[in-house]
């Protein structure tokens, strides 16, 4: 198994975690919804990750709906001391598998009240606001009474820290003028670079960035150039993805998912992979 301390450490709220961690999302069924193919194999998976020594985990419990959570509840309770478990809230499953907003302060609460419950938690480390304006990317809309909402849950010791998903800057700023926000959790990778400037600005503040589907947004000519660099490498282009991410800025932490043991191998070994400079160049010419 690859060794993920060399893909070094940022603080997540009060606690430092390596900035290679693990993404839940696919321990559910085929479209996050129903249960697993193999629910030994998602339990294997998790047990995998926290002997590689993952000790930051992304979730929600409206993956699967429940599933997900339960899984982890089973795989890992009583957990590891060391190990944050990050979630958000702001959707909901329909019974055809569809994603409705829960974005009303009831429907959130309800929502912490399940994550507890079926992760086995008293309190939850982070939670992340999922911002539902915008399908494919983040749109301005209002946040404040969602913001308070959770400030509130915070109060109540229900939630340690609070992050965001889905994000404007502005909507960021406005979060960050009501309570402290400790993480941000966008759409980024080679391809799709819309955040440079938001990841800068947040690691001067010391907060984490959170990018998902390192991989999404790629054309077909930007695949190839990914590929061919893997080639070179030796490396697989998640692999590749990851690296990059990894090198791009300290405050960035990665959250790759996978139902698969050799998968999640393969992935935590981008840990390991050394980009030199003139690959570097290649990769960042994609987003141009």
């Given at each position: 198994m690859s060794n993920i301390e060399k893909s070094g450490t940022y603080r997540l709220g009060d606690r430092m975690v390596k900035r290679l961690g693990y993404g839940a999302m696919q321990l559910a069924g085929k479209g996050v919804f129903g249960p697993p193919k193999d629910r030994d194999q998602a339990i294997a998976v998790l047990r995998q990750a926290i002997e590689a020594g993952v000790d930051h985990i992304d979730t929600s419990d409206f993956y699967g709906p429940h599933i997900t959570n339960q899984i982890i509840h089973e795989a890992l309770h009583p957990y590891p001391d060391d190990l944050t478990i990050v979630t958000k809230v702001g959707a909901k499953r329909g019974p055809d598998g569809s994603w409705p907003a829960a974005f009303s302060p009831q429907e959130l609460t309800s929502a912490i009240h399940d994550n507890l419950r079926n992760l086995g938690l008293e309190q939850i480390q982070v939670v992340n606001l999922r911002v539902i304006y915008g399908l494919h990317g983040p749109k301005e809309g209002p946040i404040e009474e969602q913001i308070h909402a959770l400030a509130e849950l915070q109060r109540q010791g229900l939630i340690r820290h609070i992050g965001i998903s889905n994000a404007t800057p502005q909507q960021i700023a406005t979060a960050r003028q009501i309570v402290e926000i400790v993480c941000v959790q966008n759409m980024y990778n080679i391809a799709q670079r819309a955040d440079d400037a938001l990841i800068d600005d947040l690691a001067r503040d010391g907060i984490a960035y959170v990018p998902f589907f390192p991989l999404g947004g790629f054309t077909p000519l930007q695949s190839s150039t990914l590929s061919d660099v893997a080639a070179k490498?030796?490396?697989?282009?998640?692999?590749?993805?990851?690296?990059?991410?990894?090198?791009?800025?300290?405050?960035?932490?990665?959250?790759?998912?996978?139902?698969?043991?050799?998968?999640?191998e393969e992935n935590l070994a981008a840990a390991e992979l050394e980009l030199p400079e003139e690959v570097l160049v290649e990769l960042n010419a994609i987003a141009a």
């Open positions: 490498l030796g490396a697989t282009p998640m692999q590749v993805a990851l690296a990059w991410l990894l090198k791009r800025s300290p405050n960035i932490l990665l959250i790759p998912g996978t139902s698969s043991p050799s998968h999640l």
